[in-house]
């Protein structure tokens, strides 16, 4: 599992923590709010680009079309590619 501070969910404008598992992924505002999951076998496929806030993952949900996570740092796409995250999210749901 793999934990992520200061990350934006869809566009939002306060920041949250972001924790990406085998099992899904799970966003909660910082200063208390609701809570989005999305679990593994609902995700279709992961893509990083350059955002606003640093660097970006879009996942595609298989049910909700694109949920974008804003604020990731340079380090942590470099570190965290996409075939980590295809092990991590997309391989236990197919």
Do not use: H
Request: glycine share 14%; net charge negative.
């Amino acid at each position: 599992m793999e934990s992520f501070e200061g990350i934006y969910l869809d566009l939002s404008k306060q920041p949250g923590k972001c924790r990406i598992a085998e099992s899904g992924l799970g966003w909660k505002p910082s200063g208390g709010g609701e809570t989005f999951t999305l679990d593994g076998s609902n995700i279709g496929g992961a893509q990083w680009s350059r955002a606003a806030r640093g660097f970006e993952l879009k996942i595609l949900s298989r049910t909700s079309g694109v949920i974008q996570l804003d604020g990731f740092e340079q380090e942590v796409r470099t570190r965290i590619n996409l075939s980590n995250i295809e092990v991590l999210l997309i391989a236990p749901g197919l």
